[in-house]
């Protein structure tokens, strides 16, 4: 082995200026295609737009600096080199699924006969798409144990809403009037953003001391006016609701309905089925459990799917197909229409079909097998370390992710999660989720996914040791941390402050110009 | 079973890992999964066993090849989404794993280059549109027309909105679709049959004190160019509702800002800005408001901001009035956004600076002159009604033909020529004979004149 020096990671630092400070408006690295025919397009219009544009003609230029080619790739590489994903290190935010993305969807994703097809395009002439999502349809709900499924949803968060609209419209089209949406303390904030969207009251569920709904807590909420529950199983704790049977009964026993928020299906996939315990819409989310890539925020996609009648309900059109023949399903008589334009993100779904493709049913189960057996051995390898411990039923295993609590590191030393996060971020590896699920203090939720090899799990946990171990002798030293980023800690009071938020170039130029500016 | 994408899922691993959890088989870490909905066998997805790359590689190349593409010429399908020339260093750019496989950037310090790419982006949308502040991105120009909406509604806690009625269809089925529960009552105006724009004196009668926005394209769905702004944007405000702008982004290379005509919330598409057309997406939503306390504390999803190190030495970038979003305001957020089309914002920001003003200028006017082109040509022939309005257009406009035009589309397809979009199922125009082309800095004038020539024979 050849010896490094300890804690030698540094991270890019360019002081890259904004593209305002490098460019002017006057340059340009683009040559507009066939621009040697303009002068003879304005000879036989015999007009120019600014004739006849008018009052709606801008009167000059955008105020917006250009490049050549090779300093915008240098600007751009430069910022992507102080960036960090899953191709850099881990990257284990709680909830994320941040698995590996396989470089063969990335290279199929850019096969011009996906790319150059346009959305309005006869369907006879995109065949082929159209049978990748059919299969992709068909697998998925097979996955889930659902009848149909949605590919409109761009993400997560768009399939909720259409959940819970359908689940709205469902309640109207019936002549009830339901207007509470039940969702656990421990839920993902979309959950309540969405039911509330959708013109829910939300009635907050508490977590019993073992970590998963309270029964009695849930009995009590119960009414006429429940239009059903939002849950995602396993939870924000890593913890399977066992009693998701019983719960489904309640809710169905009184005409209420089951919403499943698909972002922690990734340690049971092909295990149990969302269909098989009681939801009645699901929600999944393509680039967390089937290997498409985050984009630093997105382009993900969401699917919903149903079953039984709500089916009808789904947002339009469906992926179709009659003899051999594939096409888009527009009949909507009950359904809550289109939740965006077109029929989804189509690049992740494409990902997604490959990524099922290519692993099969077998696969995916041995996939989470391998998720679930990362977040179990990380626990095993951290139990006992002072600092941390697991809230809630320690004893049992977790599936997908874990939470851990800083709370007695806080208690003991002063240092809070937000520190140690960033003293990971000091050490090359990325911090976990923190202060979620607000059930527990201090949380640190942590999820491997099947991606991660042993040897960066045990970093990991190395690494979570040592800062705990650091954090008795120095506490006052997290503070200034991190300091091998590219950039040192970064004050949230100024970037939030009314007279200093400065949300774009404009506002920075207008404020240089000598205008007070609060927000 | 060897998993590419689960190093750990070996035998000699597996065993070690599990034997440190303490239990003999991985199946017993689920053991509080009520036995009777465990699966015996996983489902048979996928095509039934593990693939390797070359045999996934040969499937999916013997379906795309059922897929035909139109380049020669580059096709003519209006309806918001265009073909347009695609720089490769966009390509590049976003192909660059950092990136790509990053997630939202919640930790700043380890994520800079994103967070100043995203900033880049807000800041080059707001100086395009000359507003002040714009999002990381919605998920499309419905989307964000939805969102914008919703918006309005909270600021001004009234019920009530007024649509263009020549606005994209789709769009307006969206928008129906998320004010499902909001008891929004949504008022439609005419357009005008001659000149393909909004009824100007039916909207001023329409708008009144309940009125939460009025909402126009700029262009519309006939690709015109809406003139009347001013006196929109003075009917909305004259009650106290927000005015929302829908735009194409390269058309204000040329057209007039919406910020310098008083709207106060701006909603559009990043599509034409060096993102493939991908069969309908992923796109990028823009969404822009005015520097305003009360509508920003009302703006949807991620905000990125400028700000300084906790020692004042350096300047860095962080996610900016985090406090209206879903993951700590919960129900009360304006928004439940998490996931957003980022990635897609770096491609648009890096596309704008290649540009340049100077380049968006020139491209839009390249664009309007195509367009007018084509629409002229079209005209020459016998019975065609082209462009159909007589408004003022940019890059999409209608054509009317004399006969049903869904033949002419099926004569052209035939020739490899992807014609205009059928307007007989498409609201408000729902007309057989009629076309919505687009032309863009793709096309040539031989291209363009390609497509006359195959549409005079299909006459």
New interface residues.
């Given amino acids: 082995m050849i010896p490094r020096a300890r804690g030698s990671w540094r991270q890019a630092r360019w002081n890259e200026p904004l593209v305002y400070e490098l460019g002017s408006p006057n340059n340009s690295g683009f040559i507009c295609p066939y621009s040697n025919e303009d002068a003879e397009l304005e000879r036989v219009l015999s007009t120019t737009p600014e004739e006849k544009l008018g009052r709606m003609l801008r009167d000059r230029a955008p105020e917006i600096p250009g490049l050549s080619e090779i300093e915008v790739t240098r600007h751009f590489m430069r910022l992507s080199q102080m960036s960090y994903g899953v191709d850099v290190g881990p990257v284990p935010l709680g909830s994320c699924t941040m698995k590996y993305n396989p470089k063969i969807s990335e290279d199929i994703a850019r096969d011009p006969r996906i790319r150059y097809l346009h959305p309005y395009q006869d369907p006879d002439t995109v065949q082929g798409l159209l049978e990748m999502l059919y299969l992709l349809e068909r697998w998925l709900a097979e996955l889930t144990g659902m009848d149909r499924c949605s590919l409109q949803t761009p993400a997560g968060a768009a399939g909720e809403l259409a959940g819970a609209l359908m689940i709205r419209k469902y309640f109207m089209d019936r002549g009830e009037d339901r207007d509470e949406m039940l969702i656990p303390d421990s839920a993902h904030g979309t959950n309540p953003a969405s039911a509330a969207m959708a013109g829910f009251k939300v009635v907050r569920i508490p977590t019993s001391e073992n970590g998963t709904v309270d029964m009695e807590a849930l009995d009590a909420a119960l009414s006429e006016r429940t239009a059903g529950i939002m849950l995602t199983n396993p939870n924000t704790l890593g913890i399977f609701e066992d009693r998701i049977l019983e719960i489904a009964d309640k809710l169905h026993s009184i005409g209420a309905l089951l919403y499943y928020d698909g972002a922690n299906l990734n340690g049971i996939m092909g295990i149990v089925r969302p269909g098989d315990m009681g939801f009645d819409i699901i929600h999944l989310n393509i680039h967390k459990t089937f290997g498409a890539p985050h984009g630093g925020g997105g382009p993900g996609a969401g699917v919903v799917c149903a079953r039984g009648e709500l089916v009808d309900y789904l947002p339009r059109p469906l992926i179709a197909k009659k003899g051999n023949r594939y096409y888009w399903d527009y009949e909507c008589e009950k359904c809550i229409g289109r939740i965006r334009m077109f029929y989804g993100n189509i690049v992740p779904l494409i990902k997604a079909f490959i990524y099922i493709a290519m692993l099969g049913g077998d696969g995916l189960r041995e996939a989470a097998i391998q998720s679930v057996i990362n977040t179990n051995y990380f626990i095993a390898l951290i139990r006992g370390v002072d600092g941390y411990d697991l809230p809630y039923d320690p004893k049992r295993p977790r599936k997908h992710e874990l939470v851990l609590s800083a709370k007695p590191l806080k208690q003991e030393t002063g240092v809070t999660a937000e520190d140690v996060a960033k003293a990971l971020l000091d050490r090359g590896l990325h911090a976990p989720t923190i202060y979620f699920p607000l059930i527990v203090d201090e949380a640190l939720m942590i999820e491997f996914t099947e991606s991660e090899p042993r040897r960066q799990i045990e970093e990991y946990a190395a690494a979570l040791r040592e800062i705990a171990r650091e954090a008795r002798h120095n506490p006052s030293a997290f503070k200034q941390l991190p300091k091998n980023t590219s950039v040192g800690r970064l004050d949230n009071v100024y970037a939030n402050h009314p007279r200093s938020v400065t949300p774009t170039f404009r506002i920075l130029r207008r404020r240089l110009q000598g205008e007070q500016l609060s927000l | 079973?060897r998993?590419?994408?689960?190093?750990?899922?070996n035998e000699k691993?597996?065993r070690e890992?599990?034997r440190?959890?303490?239990?003999d088989d991985?199946?017993?870490?689920?053991?509080?999964?009520?036995r009777?909905?465990?699966?015996e066998?996983?489902?048979?997805?996928?095509?039934?066993?593990?693939?390797?790359?070359w045999e996934?590689?040969r499937?999916?190349d013997?379906?795309?090849?059922?897929?035909?593409?139109?380049?020669d010429p580059p096709?003519f399908?209006g309806?918001?989404?265009c073909?347009h020339?695609i720089?490769a260093?966009v390509?590049?750019?976003v192909?660059?794993?950092?990136?790509?496989?990053?997630?939202?950037?919640?930790?700043?310090?380890?994520?800079?280059?994103?967070l100043?790419?995203?900033?880049?982006y807000?800041?080059?949308i707001?100086?395009?549109l000359e507003m002040?502040?714009?999002n990381?991105?919605m998920?499309?120009?419905?989307?964000a027309a939805a969102e914008a909406i919703?918006a309005a509604m909270r600021v001004t806690r009234r019920r009530k909105v007024v649509v263009a009625g020549n606005i994209?269809p789709?769009?307006m089925?969206?928008v129906?679709?998320?004010l499902?529960?909001?008891?929004a009552s949504i008022q439609i105006v005419d357009f005008c049959r001659e000149t393909g724009r909004v009824d100007l004196e039916q909207l001023g009668n329409i708008v009144d004190n309940n009125t939460a926005a009025v909402y126009v394209e700029v262009p519309n769905f006939f690709g015109v160019?809406e003139?009347s702004?001013d006196a929109i944007a003075e009917a909305a405000h004259k009650r106290k509702a927000l005015f929302i702008v829908g735009v194409e982004p390269l058309s204000?290379?040329?057209?007039?800002?919406p910020g310098s005509y008083g709207a106060d919330i701006v909603v559009g598409d990043a599509q034409p800005l060096g993102l493939?057309?991908?069969?309908?997406?992923?796109y990028l939503g823009i969404f822009a408001m005015r520097?305003d306390?009360k509508l920003?504390r009302q703006m949807p999803g991620?905000?990125?901001?400028?700000?300084?190190?906790?020692?004042?030495?350096?300047y860095?970038f962080?996610m900016?009035?985090q406090t209206r979003?879903?993951?700590?305001?919960?129900?009360?957020?304006t928004?439940?956004?998490?996931?957003?089309?980022?990635?897609?914002a770096?491609a648009a920001?890096?596309y704008?600076?290649?540009?340049?003003?100077?380049?968006?200028?020139?491209?839009?006017?390249?664009i309007?002159?195509?367009s007018?082109?084509a629409a002229?040509r079209l005209a020459e022939l016998e019975g065609v009604e082209s462009p159909l309005f007589n408004g003022?257009f940019f890059k999409e406009f209608v054509a009317r033909f004399p006969k049903p035009y869904h033949t002419i589309h099926k004569m052209l397809?035939e020739k490899g020529v992807?014609g205009g979009?059928p307007l007989a199922d498409k609201p408000p125009l729902m007309d057989y004979y009629s076309a919505l082309f687009c032309v863009t800095?793709?096309h040539?004038?031989k291209d363009i004149d390609k497509l006359v020539e195959a549409i005079g024979e299909a006459l």
């Fill in positions: 079973m998993l590419p994408w689960a190093p750990a899922a691993d597996r890992m599990l440190r959890i303490g239990v991985a199946m017993e870490l689920y053991k509080d999964i009520p009777e909905i465990v699966l066998k996983p489902p048979g997805i996928g095509f039934g066993r593990q693939l390797s790359e996934l590689r499937i999916v013997s379906m795309l090849r059922k897929n035909k593409v139109y380049t096709p399908l309806g918001s989404v073909f020339t720089p260093v390509d590049a750019i192909s660059r794993s950092e990136f790509y496989t990053a997630y939202t950037p919640y930790q700043p310090e380890i994520n800079q280059g994103l100043q790419a995203f900033f880049e807000q800041s080059l707001a100086d395009l002040d502040v714009v990381v991105s998920y499309d120009w419905s989307t919703l994209h789709e769009r089925d969206v129906k679709t998320w499902l529960g909001k008891n160019i003139d702004v204000l290379g040329i057209v007039r800002p493939g057309l991908n069969y309908g997406g992923p520097w306390r920003v991620r905000l990125i901001g400028l700000t300084k190190t906790i020692d004042g030495k350096e860095g962080t900016i009035l979003e879903q993951h700590i305001r919960r129900e009360k957020a928004s439940n956004i998490t996931s957003n089309e980022a990635l897609m770096v920001a890096a704008i600076v290649l540009l340049g003003g100077g380049g968006l200028r020139e491209l839009a006017r390249s309007w002159l195509r007018h082109y002229k003022e397809l992807l979009l800095e793709a040539s004038m």
